[in-house]
């Protein structure tokens, strides 16, 4: 289909990767799909039947017996596995412990790519995830690899746990969201590296409007091009 357009954002763990592409995707008029919430349901799910985590074979055959739906609405995303609403429950440690493991399957990562594809066939699109613009969608029209130091993303996940009541302390915080870089980076399939033509944007010390803004900028660039 003609005049489709993709945006592929990936990047490290709470990099701010689903919250700037949610609100580029509002304001551009396109459909923003957060591939990171199905591999987060198939961990929920398997984990609620007691499937081996570390049987490939099984999780697949689990996978194809799963529906998983991102549906959106005014008040935002909601993620439903067979018709349940997970939404938060698949952002529970449990699950954010166990995704790493789950994603790195090749049998896993071929059916879920595939339902990504389909999911941007016939809208324009924000994507977000770990392989968006090397694999999900090589021929998107803007790649963005959104970065921030370490510290300043366990900065940004204690804010999130204390507007939710908890208070982990700010080392464990680093500690998992470096393990889980390191797992993502270094899977044998299509694990987490910046696209060759991906735009690297070091959000740090910048607020959440201006990495939006400079999202809209390279799109409209890319439009007017
Ligand atoms: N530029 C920014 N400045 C300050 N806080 C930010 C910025 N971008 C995102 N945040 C906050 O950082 C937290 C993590 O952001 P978000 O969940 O979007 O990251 P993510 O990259 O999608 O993470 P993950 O891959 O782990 O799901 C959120 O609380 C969000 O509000
Ligand atoms: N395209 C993707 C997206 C996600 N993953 C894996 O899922 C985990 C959870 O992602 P979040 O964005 O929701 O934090 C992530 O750590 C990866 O293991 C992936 O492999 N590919």
């Given at each position: 289909m003609e005049n489709l357009f993709q945006v592929a954002i990936d990047g490290p763990a709470a990099a701010g990767k689903s919250t700037v592409a949610k609100i580029a995707a509002k304001k551009l008029g396109f459909v923003y799909i957060d591939t990171g919430a199905m591999y987060r349901s198939l961990t929920f799910k398997a984990l609620s039947e007691n499937?081996?985590?570390?049987?490939s074979h099984q999780l697949k055959q689990l996978l194809d017996r799963t529906e998983i739906q991102l549906v959106h609405d005014e008040l935002g995303q909601k993620v439903y596995v067979d018709g349940e609403d997970v939404t938060e429950r698949i952002r529970y440690p449990d699950v954010t412990k166990q995704v790493s493991l789950v994603s790195s399957y090749e049998e896993v990562r071929t059916e879920m790519v595939a339902r990504q594809r389909k999911l941007a066939e016939s809208c324009s699109v924000v994507m977000d995830g770990?392989?968006?613009?090397?694999?999900?969608?090589?021929?998107?029209q803007v790649k963005i690899f959104l970065i921030a130091s370490v510290d300043e993303r366990a900065v940004r996940r204690y804010r999130e746990e204390e507007l939710k009541g908890r208070h982990p302390s700010m080392e464990s915080l680093r500690a998992a969201i470096a393990l889980r870089d390191k797992k993502d980076m270094e899977?044998?399939?299509?694990?987490?590296v910046k696209a060759e033509d991906a735009i690297a944007l070091?959000?740090?010390?910048?607020?959440i409007e201006e990495v939006v803004s400079q999202i809209l900028h390279y799109v409209k660039e890319k439009q007017l091009s």
């Open positions: 499937v081996n985590l570390n049987d770990r392989d968006i613009g090397t694999h999900v969608l090589p021929n998107a899977r044998e399939v299509s694990p987490l070091d959000t740090t010390s910048l607020s």
